[in-house]
């Protein structure tokens, strides 16, 4: 399947990318291509994450985990779409900010 990335999702890998950046360039750019990595797994195997039930929407949400960052998202038709990518260490009731 297609794999398209919300603008709030790149937003929140920026967001990371730059937080990292501080501590170690590097660093940084290795996880942040980490977590870009499992737009693999998700285009040829769409349902292998688990189901997010802490979402409280009328649309079915799952999530894969890297390292401390959960990349939530959802099956469309012919397209899943990343729309989120949450720090795992924040408030969970964060999560859809």
Known sequence: MEVRWTKKALQDLLEIKNFLSDKSESSALKIVAEILNIENTISEFPKSGAVENSLKLKRTYRFHVVRNYKIIYRI???TVYINKVFDCRKDPSRIME
């Open 76 to 78: 469309g038709k012919s």
